[in-house]
Each structure stands twice: as C-alpha cells, then as structure tokens.
C-alpha cells in the first residue's frame, strides 16, 4: 500500500518536471492545486481509482448495486484500472455519463479520453492542462478561468475558485 502511494506521488512529480520543460503551459502550482482540490478526502493526491456521480439520482441507483465500493454518496473506488474500465464500460451503456473521472476528475460527458486514460495520471493531467488552457483561452487567464476547468457556471465557478486559490496560496507560501 504505502509502495503504491510511493509510486503514485512520484509519478504526480514527474509530471511536475515535464511540465517545467513545457508540455504544458499552465503553471505547475496551479495543476497541483487543481489535482488537491479534486482529490477525494479519503484519497491521497494522484489517487486515480475514482469515479464521481454529478447526478444524485444516477449515484444512488448504481450504490444500490454497489454499495461497498462507495466512499460517499457520490464517489465511487474501483481499486484498480481494470475495475474502472469495466465500471465506466457499464455506466456509459446504461447511459449514465455526466461522471468525474480519475485522479483529475475529468468529466467524461466534456473531456474525451481513451477510457484506460481517465485512470492513468500522466494522460489525466495532461488533459486536464489541456482543459485548464482552453478554459484560459475563453475565458481569460484568471482565476475565474482557470476556475473554470470545474465549472463555468459563476456560483460553482466562485466556489471552486475559492477554494483554488486557498490551495494555491498554501502551496506557494512552502516554497
């Protein structure tokens, strides 16, 4: 267990390096801001065995089913790739795809990856870069955008930034 979070944060760190070199162009504080704000509180960053409901109706019938592998009423641990796959596999046949995918939450209704890659941090960070860019791009480099890659809608977009820049601001007074 404790080998895993090892690896797990070793692997958040060298995406953090890549991005020094500039495969992305958003500022590497700001993408670990964003991976500790979607972790989940059980959840060590970089945890990539997610899968969150946005609709509570949707959340609940599937708990229904599968009730032990739910940490709360929304978010849902597949423990390993091959669990996440099949699982996504499934909610997506029965319809269900308003879901925050992975380590980075991404939004399988909004964001397309190969479903193996939702669960994967290198290319779940480098899309959510690429989201967090094209969210910059429409909306402005600001808070307000980069706030965006969670939601565009202003009262979730405040909330989110809120919490953002609280993150952020604990992140950059370490250095």
């Not at 909004?110 to 941090?121: A, V």
Request: charged fraction near 25%; proline fraction near 2%.
């Amino acid at each position: 267990m404790k080998l895993q979070i090892i690896k797990r944060m070793i692997a958040v760190c060298s995406l953090i390096v890549t991005n020094i070199f500039g495969d992305c162009k958003i500022d590497n504080n700001l993408m670990l801001s964003i991976l500790l704000n979607e972790r989940h509180s059980t959840k060590n960053p970089g945890y990539e065995y997610l899968i969150s409901f946005n609709n509570p109706a949707e959340a609940k019938s599937v708990k229904a089913y599968y009730n032990d592998f739910f940490l709360d009423e929304r978010t849902l641990d597949c423990k390993r790739l091959d669990s996440c796959v099949n699982f996504l596999n499934h909610l997506v046949k029965q319809g269900i795809t308003n879901v925050d995918l992975g380590a980075y939450q991404l939004n399988y209704k909004y964001q397309k990856l190969n479903h193996e890659d939702y669960f994967r941090i290198e290319p779940s960070y480098f899309k959510a870069c690429s989201y967090v860019e094209q969210m910059v791009n429409e909306v402005g480099y600001s808070w307000r955008g980069i706030a965006a890659y969670h939601s565009k809608t202003e009262k979730y977009n405040q909330i989110y930034r809120k919490n953002l820049i609280s993150t952020y601001k604990a992140i950059v007074s370490r250095n």
